[in-house]
Structures are given as C-alpha cells and as structure tokens.
C-alpha cells in the first residue's frame, strides 16, 4: 500500500495535466462542430476533392460528420492518440523510474517482493488511468450534449468513449512490458510518442488498405467508431485480440521483472 | 531463534549456534565478464565484519546478491539460515542497508522519503528517526535535491538503521562524510553492535576498517583471497625498515625470504620484513649504517603485500 500511495503523490499532477490536455482538445474540436454540421453538405464536397487514400486514411469516408457521433468519431482518433502517449509513457516509466532515478536499490533492499512492487506499481497506474476515463468521458457527455442540435444515442457514445480505456490499457502493458526488457531506459517520452505514433500510422495505412490482417498488429484498429455506430457494439474478434494481449504483456512484466538483476549504479 | 541475545564480543564465537550470514560458493557473472567467483565466509552473530578490496573486486557484487538486488549464477547464500532469494522477503525485514552509492526521490523531503522508509517494516519508532537524525546532524526539512552528497549520505545512514536491524550492511559507508560525522557514524555503529547487531561493513580503506571491525575478508578481482581475525591480522610480526646504509648496497643483497616491497635508492634501502629479526641485524652489522627506522606497517601495507602475494 504505501508503495502504490507513494507511487500516486509522484504521478498525480502529471496525469492531471495530460487529462486537461485531452479534455481541452474535445473542446476545441467540439466547439467547431456547430459550424460544420450547418455546413456539411460542403464539407462532404471538400472532402470529397482528396485524394480517396487520404481520406481514407483519415477515417472520413466511414464517418458523417454532420451527426455528433460521426464528428465525435473523427475527432475521437486524437483522443486516442494522446491518451496511449500517457499510457504507454506511465507503463514505462513506473518501473523503469526506479533504475533511472538510480533508487532501485533503495527499493528493491526493502522486505517486500518483486511481485508487490509490480502490484503496486500497476495499480497506481491502473487509479491514474481510470481516473482519467471517468472524468473524461463525464467531460465528453456534457460538451457532446451541449453541442449537439439533434439528440443522439447516448449508449454508442459510451461505448466510443470506453474504447479509450481498452486501448490505453493495452499501451499500459505494452509500457510495462518495454521497460523490463530494454537494459536501459535514459528518456521515456521519445519511446512513447514513437511506439505510438508507429502504431497509429500503421492504423492509417490499415484504414487507407482496409487489409483485415494488418488490423491485428495495430490497437488504433481494434475500436472502429463506424462499425461501433453501426452495430451497436464491439468486434468480439478485435476485443479478445486486445485482452489477450494485455494480458501476455502483462504476465511477461511480472515474470521478468522477477528474474531480473538491478543494474548497479 | 536466538538472534540478538549474544553479546558483541567475537571471542565468544564458538558459543554462536549460527551464523548470520553463510556464503557458499557464491558466482555471479555479468554475462561474460566476472563479478564474483566462488566466494565463500561466514558473518557470526555480533561481529563486525570488514569486507575489504580495491575497487571493483566484488565487494557491491556479493553484497546486492545477499539483498537479491541480484540473482547468483551459482552457489548460495543465506542469512539467519535463510536463503536469500526464496526467502529475501522475511531475511530483508531485519536488514538495515546503505549503498555505495545514495539516490532517492529527488522531489521528496528528507523527513517523507525517511517515513516512505519505515513504512515498509512493522513496528518502526518513529522517535528512533529523530534520534539518528540529530545524532547525524541531518536537517529533516530540506528537499533531498538540494542536499549535498555528504547530507545525502547521511539519510542513506539514518534510512538504513531507523528499524533497529539485526544486520546492518555498510556499502563504503563513508564516502563523503567529513571527519567528524564519520567518527559519529562509527560511534553509532559500535552502539548498534553493543545492542546485538551483527554489521557486514564493505571498503576499501583499511584504517577504517582497522577501528572498527573484528574480523576482515579480503577480496581480489572476484575472489575471496584470506578471512582473517583482525588481531592476528595485526600481531602478524611485519615490520618496516628503513635503512640508510654507508655506502649504496646492490639490490639484491637484502632480496631474500621474508622480504617484501623492497626498494633500493642509492644507499636508501625499505622494505617489509616477517620472520627472524636477527638476519636483518646481521646484514646491517655486516655493512656500515647511517640511519635505521623501525615501524609497524599500516594495515594498508600489509594488504598490499597479500594483494602481490596472491597474485
């Protein structure tokens, strides 16, 4: 407990400020919604001039921008983005802090197992992150309500919103997973965006392809807004995929965090 | 278990049941390079135990295995007759360590990162932080990043001892601290030791471990080269002399056994000598002298003659 107390004191105010961040940007984008909705028919003419693998790319041939949902949708890719950048940059760092910061020795010296500090650790990341999704999506219920000249469906709406949890999850464990392995971690946030962004240009070359195998290798895939609008509900497929992965990663931590010697200083 | 209930004093060892810690052929390699190879002593119970070489001789290396910072690549270790990596949890209970080297949360102050430190073991008074504190001359408000390595040290000493343990691990423990500190640090030590604690103390400076310790373990390049009782260590006869002889004398006329370190600058002649005194008073009856001093070798020297011996 006192690990996972002491963890949270020195993670707090930097997930406060990456939730504003994603908070300030649903505004931002949200808050042009009413202009380009009354406008849509326009806007389907502009997109429609690019070239179709950029829009594609770009989820806008799936999405109608003119209802909340559609436009929530498009925007909801930078959500996405941003929040795996603070998953995986918690996931490596929780761990990874302790060789950087050159206190492994303190810590590791201290009667508790390996297996508690990982425990610990992951569950003050788990509190950050859930933390983050709840008032998020409590954010994103008022703003998209207040936006919105039509009602719409409250519940695929939920479930857009909870799919940035899923993936951040993922990214956690991916992080977590990262940082046992790597020898040594000097900067965390250049990995992060990195990782990331690999991931999301492989989602924009799967979106423009639409190949169904390339699918797999990318989480940004997993949560097809369109299809959720659609059906109403998650691809099973897609969703065990993203657990079981979850799952592996974060196995793989906890057994090799285990085996692992403490680098000396 | 009767941990505790023993005086300090080594010369009781024979009425210990146990020792603290028990190493066995202990080997940690570093991929391919080495770290230690079959080292093997025991620590009784209410010693202080110096565990002395150069730098990089293994001395971080034995002591992060016993803590299972590290994982051996053969051989064992246990300590209160338990081993270290299937039971590091309970053994690390009764543990006080300071490393070598002292980082902790930079954004923490030293009163909060001491109070994260007794968190993690049952029963800590909390007085017993204050006490060291003062003894140690440490300001508990400041922010650990703007202690110096000295201060910083200081909270690694009062971190490692505020739960009372059993065993206190000292990792070159005096780096950095000033003269004075470090005279308080041993005083605090021996107290600790008079109330039962059995104290490993690494270093590689000689005098120190000279002051405080009752036995020493000599390690070279990853091997454990002599366990020897500190007053042995000492009555063994070495000698230093210092010889201005008449005239210049020729290298080898004092090269025979029992000489070591021998110099010879002109009619200047040094060196280290254990064995029949006599001989050296024949050969300088032999020839003329000017001058002659007769010393006891500082441990120093005479590690360094184990260091080239073994070698």
New interface residues.
């Given amino acids: 407990m006192?690990i996972y107390i002491?963890e949270l004191k020195?993670s707090v105010s930097s997930a406060i400020y990456w939730t504003i961040g994603m908070l300030s940007t649903m505004l931002l984008f949200m808050l042009m919604f009413p202009a380009i909705s009354t406008d849509a028919v326009i806007m389907q003419q502009i997109v429609s001039k690019f070239p179709p693998e950029f829009t594609k790319a770009l989820g806008l041939t799936t999405l109608d921008l003119s209802v909340v949902t559609g436009f929530y949708g498009f925007l909801f890719m930078y959500i996405l983005l941003i929040g795996s950048v603070f998953a995986m940059k918690s996931g490596i760092s929780v761990l990874s802090e302790e060789v950087r910061?050159?206190?492994?020795?303190?810590l590791?010296?201290?009667?508790?197992?390996r297996t508690a500090i990982v425990t610990a650790k992951l569950m003050s990341v788990l509190t950050n992150i859930l933390s983050q999704n709840i008032i998020y999506i409590i954010g994103a219920f008022i703003v998209a309500n207040l936006v919105a000249d039509h009602s719409f469906d409250q519940g695929i709406f939920l479930l857009i919103n909870i799919s940035l949890l899923f993936v951040q999850l993922f990214f956690v464990a991916f992080g977590l997973f990262l940082s046992v392995v790597i020898k040594k971690i000097k900067t965390v946030l250049p990995i992060a965006l990195g990782t990331v962004f690999g991931f999301f240009v492989l989602q924009m070359l799967n979106q423009s392809l639409a190949d169904a195998k390339l699918a797999y290798i990318t989480p940004f895939a997993y949560y097809d807004v369109s299809q959720i609008i659609e059906t109403s509900g998650y691809d099973l497929g897609y969703l065990a995929v993203n657990w079981i992965l979850i799952i592996v990663f974060t196995s793989l931590t906890y057994f090799i965090f285990n085996?692992k010697?403490?680098p000396?200083? | 278990m009767i941990i505790g209930t023993f005086g300090p004093h080594y010369e009781n060892k024979e009425a210990f049941e146990m020792s603290v810690i028990e190493i066995n052929n202990l080997t940690k390699y570093?991929g391919k390079a080495r770290g230690i190879k079959d080292v093997s002593f025991n620590v009784e119970e209410g010693e202080i135990f110096g565990f002395i070489g150069p730098n990089g001789a293994g001395k971080?290396?034995t002591i992060?295995t016993l803590?299972?910072?590290?994982?051996p690549s053969s051989g064992s270790a246990k300590i209160f007759g338990k081993d270290c990596i299937n039971e590091?949890?309970?053994?690390?209970?009764h543990?006080g360590?300071l490393?070598?080297?002292v980082?902790?949360?930079?954004?923490m102050k030293v009163i909060d990162l001491l109070k994260?430190?007794a968190?993690?073991?049952p029963n800590v008074n909390k007085k017993r932080i204050f006490e060291l504190a003062e003894i140690m001359d440490l300001d508990l408000n400041k922010k650990i990043d703007d202690l110096s390595y000295g201060n910083k040290k200081k909270v690694g000493i009062v971190?490692g001892l505020l739960h009372s343990p059993k065993l206190i691990i000292l990792d070159e423990p005096t780096s950095g601290l000033d003269p004075l500190m470090q005279q308080k640090f041993f005083d605090l030590i021996h107290e600790e030791n008079k109330k039962g604690a059995t104290i490993l103390f690494s270093s590689h400076i000689l005098s120190e471990v000279q002051k405080l310790c009752t036995r020493v373990g000599i390690i070279k390049e990853g091997k454990i080269v002599k366990v020897e009782d500190i007053n042995t260590l000492k009555s063994a006869n070495y000698k230093k002399f210092k010889i201005e002889m008449k005239e210049a004398v020729s290298t080898d006329y004092f090269d025979f056994a029992g000489i070591n370190d021998l110099t010879v600058e002109e009619t200047t002649v040094s060196f280290i000598y254990s064995g029949d005194i006599n001989k050296i008073i024949e050969k300088v009856y032999e020839r003329k002298i000017n001058n002659l001093i007769v010393e006891e070798p500082t441990l120093e020297e005479i590690f360094m003659h184990y260091y080239q011996k073994e070698a």
């Fill in positions: 006192n002491q020195m910061a050159k206190t492994a020795d303190f590791v010296a201290k009667p508790v197992t085996k010697d403490m000396s200083v | 570093y971080s290396t992060r803590l299972s910072l590290i994982y590091g949890q309970e053994i690390r209970q543990i360590y490393p070598s080297e980082f902790y949360y930079d954004n994260y430190s968190s993690f073991y971190q």
